[in-house]
């Protein structure tokens, strides 16, 4: 790939609402799709914001009818606010585009950050992001001084740790000993273009994340950087290493078309 530029929208007292930050996709996607720009990635903070993709369902909203920002990326509702750096690595790809390699780079980029930082993390199968793996089931503590056998979790398929207390919280996750997610990803591609990116949690407040089942993941848990270092790490910290480790994965990559099957002779 072409050397990857970066573009600060704005952190911090700076941070860029939602809306304006898409908007700005929009025009880089524009002009990318042209070849009037080389691949970009924005990065910045946003306001507290709830975000929904389109495979969001109802039953994993705020129950408050907190407001959500509908929006044209795969997965589901997520959340964006301060103390989480946001990527949106703006790239030109071979169609028809390979949207698994694609997060996959992505993830391998954030693993290598989190590794320099001396956490290590992981892929969970099925799942997109960067996890921090929990105990097996069968190791973790019992929560309320119930006995694992009751735990809704591993029964319910429609538990929802919004109606329980909040040691079910998903920013308790870390406690339960469950896997937690630390990075989401979720993207589009439009004319072989990509949008969207990650969302990568330093140092926010995970208990925003309490009001919707993020994800669309009830079995599971968010955390941050700073919750499993035991210090506090700054968006300000990790800038600099998620640009070093994404322009190690993205430009030295040779992205291929995607695959596609021969129709069968007669159909």
């Not at 503590?141 to 538990?159: K, M, Q, V």
């Amino acid at each position: 790939m072409t050397e990857l530029r970066f573009v600060h929208l704005g952190f911090g007292a700076d941070a860029v609402e939602y809306q304006q930050a898409w908007q700005e996709q929009r025009t880089v996607h524009a002009a990318r799709f042209a070849d009037e720009i080389p691949d970009t990635c924005l990065l910045l903070e946003h306001p507290a914001v709830y975000t929904a993709g389109r495979r969001t369902e109802d039953s994993e909203r705020p129950l408050d009818g907190t407001p959500v920002i509908d929006v044209d990326r795969g997965g589901k509702i997520t959340w964006h606010g301060p103390g989480q750096l946001v990527g949106y690595p703006i790239l030109k790809l071979p169609r028809p585009v390979d949207v698994i390699a694609h997060v996959r780079r992505l993830e391998e980029a954030l693993i290598r950050v989190c590794a320099e930082l001396g956490l290590e993390t992981t892929r969970v199968e099925g799942r997109s992001g960067v996890w921090v793996l929990g105990d097996p089931v069968e190791s973790r503590p019992a929560i309320g001084g119930l006995s694992l056998d009751f735990d809704p979790r591993l029964t319910d398929e429609e538990f929802d740790p919004r109606l329980n207390g909040p040691e079910y919280a998903p920013s308790n996750a870390g406690q339960r000993r469950e896997d937690r997610k630390l990075a989401a990803i979720g993207i589009r591609i439009a004319k072989g273009v990509t949008m969207h990116g990650f969302s990568f949690n330093c140092d926010p407040d995970n208990t925003w994340f309490d009001r919707i089942v993020p994800c669309g993941i009830r079995d599971a848990g968010v955390t941050s950087l700073s919750n499993e270092l035991g210090r506090r790490v700054t968006v300000a910290e990790v800038i600099p290493l998620v640009e070093k480790h994404l322009r190690e994965i993205l430009e030295s990559a040779e992205p291929r078309p995607r695959a596609v099957e021969p129709a069968a002779a007669g159909s």
